[in-house]
């Protein structure tokens, strides 16, 4: 593979040492010089998802994480080293001699997330995890997975279609909340409009479209807007700067389905900020002070007030907003913060460092404390986590107060018992109802910013499961849950000694293989369900007596035929369903006479699949594939109803069994008559062939009857052999 271009790499490192402030002092352009020394030396002839240079990439990376998120020389050294963690030549010990102890922690910290494939959507849970557990070590590794990110994306044009779509698709519904969650809105707002360019193309270039045609006509607007606010800060001798800042290309897409309006329609696509150079100790005062300046010259709309600066937002973002009708009727959004407040703003949590001491931290850490408990309230399957951690993300907050004035936030509309959960476990679990701002309200009343609440206990409340109707935070929802299941628990231990006494009343004996009877009988999930509802007298216990009864005279009856049964041979090959009249592809083994079997659609098998069979209540036995879906589930739950199967020595020439093909490909022109072709040069009957195209691809499913599994299988290398195709596999139905 072509070596990266040392021109390249050189005018890359020039521009990194730019923005780390060059000249640096000798012993940090050591580290830096060092680093990149590494990456050529692992790297110099790879490239990234995106078919970029790899030395090129982290150069990028390394570069946006100094000028724009505003980290120095120890991230820049282990950005330059983010993609090749687990290759370096050398060990731990000589990272941290040739680095520092601070920079080879962030190093680690990247190898930890480095070996996660991110474009599996079954590793996204994992992946988000992980990046949470490294950002509670040192959050530099977070940021820096962020800007590589924002970095893929801005060049993502050179990527495989299916890895644009990907990558588009986990950048929005994943990267972009966790940095707007941190305050990066810069990296946020882009990231949201460069999956736009890609995931809706057509929405995109219209927007942007629109943007450019408007542009000479929002800039005379906010000239006109500007000038009578100059003049009067200017009088009153501020030291101050005017900005006007467009709404991102998504912020006014969502905006136009939210409210259904035409882009011509959004009244606020820019807002005008007013940023001050003031002393930390003025910061509060000057921003009220020009708030009350602005609404002298233009109307305010009391319904859009936001202070920011009394209570800044969890991730630090310090601001006052406010809506004013502007010249010729229009509303205008106007921001108004501090130079400190605007850099907390724009860079988001790496700001911090440099303002360390000066309030807005405090709602960071509150947030790791929120994701980790959030993260201990759940499963640990894939779709419960990622969707209470999205959950935990991308929700506005509501400000409400403790009896003592302590400040607590919570997801908006939040109920009192969010808050008694959010208070404490045992608080929330004997919560009966709550105070707020002195009146007596229910459990379920929603809270509103700056409410004073109380909870009031009773030793005699036990969570219900009415509960979760109305609770809404990740953590009341999982402790509740919890509760519910330990609760039910302990009464299914009762229900099951209450059910056991009674047998031995009866004299009947209680085994796994009875339970497991009453259990089909009820269509009950599990044995914990049929305790719990004999407790609970869902259940008569008279009618399982009678159950009983009448299952051990069927025993009898059918011990009787089983006998007569016995006598003919042992094997006895079955029916398929596509030719129920004369087909012996199956054997059963120790199988008996007049019981038929049929092929499981779950799986379709086909003949020279390796099969068993299961034995169902009014159907006979299904044929499945030992790798069906289903299969983990039957051999665990069932085993006592699966019987040994197997195909014949010789297949019937004529049969054919039905399956099917999943393919995707580029929407190439011609692909699908080419597919068409494969299957017209090999022996399948072709029962249906539907696809549809979106954005450049194409997803079909060939629905076919074929002889035997080796057919199958080299009928699917020749579809993905075929020019457009990128992937054919057995449909899982």
Known sequence: MQETDPKVI?????????????????????????ALNLLVRCRNNKTTITGQS????????????????????????????????????????????????????????LGKVE???????????ENFLKLILSMAEDVRVLLIKLVERLEYMRRLDGAEPAVIMAVASESYFLYAPLAHRLGLYNVKSELEDLAMKYLDPEAYNMIAEKLRQTTTSRNRFIREFSAPVREILSGHSFSYTIKSRTKSIHSIWQKMKNQRVEFEEVYDIFAIRIILDSSPENEKADCWQVYSLVTDIYQPNPSRMRDWISVPKSNGYESLHTTVIGPRGKWVEV??????????????????????????????????VHIREILESVSDEEKSVIDSVKSGLYTDEVFVFTPKGDL?????????????????????????????????????????????????????????????????????????????????????????????????????????ALVRSLIDYYKLPAA??????????????????????????????????????????????????????????????????????RLSPCCNPVFGDRVFGFVTITEGIK?????????????????????????????????????????????????????????????????????????GLFEGIIDIYIPSVNILNGLIKKIQSVKGVARAVRQER
């Open 623 to 695: 044929i499945h594939r030992t790798n069906c879906p289903n299969a983990p589930f039957l051999m665990a739950n069932y085993p006592y109803r699966i019987v040994p199967a197997r195909w014949t020595d010789k297949r019937d020439e004529n049969a054919s069994f039905r399956t099917a093909i999943r393919v995707t490909g580029v929407d190439d022109l011609g692909v699908i008559t080419r597919i068409h072709e494969v299957l017209g040069a090999t022996r399948v009957t072709l029962r249906n062939f539907s696809y549809e195209n979106r954005d």
């Open 408 to 512: 607590k936030r919570l997801k908006q509309g939040a109920t009192v018992l969010d808050f008694a959960f959010e208070i404490h476990t045992q608080v929330g679990s004997s919560c009966v109802g709550g105070k707020v701002n002195g009146r007596n309200v229910p459990l379920k009343h929603i809270l509103v910013n700056g409410d004073r609440v109380s909870v009031l206990t009773s030793r005699n409340q036990k969570p219900k499961s009415d509960w979760l109707s109305f609770a809404i935070t990740s953590k009341a929802r999982g402790r509740i849950r919890q509760a519910l299941s330990d609760e039910k628990l302990k009464d299914a231990a009762d229900g099951r000694e209450m059910l056991m006494r009674r047998l031995k009343n009866w004299k009947i004996e209680y085994n796994d």
């Open 115 to 125: 070996s996660i494939n991110t474009m599996a959507s079954s590793y996204q849970a």
């Open 528 to 597: 914990r369900d049929l305790y719990y509802q004999i407790l609970h007298e869902k259940i008569d216990l008279l009618d399982i007596k009678e159950f009983i009864r009448k299952s051990r005279e069927k025993e009898t009856e059918t011990d009787v035929k089983e006998e007569i049964r016995n006598m003919a041979r042992p094997e006895q090959s079955g029916k398929t369903e596509t030719d129920s009249e004369s087909s012996d592809y199956i054997v059963i083994e120790n199988s008996v006479e007049g019981i038929d079997f």
């Open 54 to 109: 790899s030395v090129e990439h982290a150069l990028s990376v390394a570069r946006i994480v100094v000028s724009e998120i505003g980290l120095g020389v120890t991230s820049a050294v282990a950005s330059l080293l983010h993609d090749c963690t687990s290759e370096l030549p050398v060990g731990k010990s000589e990272i941290v001699r040739l680095f520092g102890k601070s920079a080879a922690s962030v190093i680690e910290g």
């Open 10 to 34: 050189r005018n890359r490192y020039r521009a990194l040492l730019r923005a780390l402030g060059s000249p640096l002092p000798p012993a940090e352009l050591k580290r830096v010089r060092s």
């Open 335 to 368: 921001q108004i913060r501090t130079s400190r407040m605007d850099e907390i703003a724009e860079k988001g949590l790496a700001a911090h460092h440099r303002y360390k001491g000066i309030k807005g931290e405090g709602g960071l850490d509150e947030w790791l």
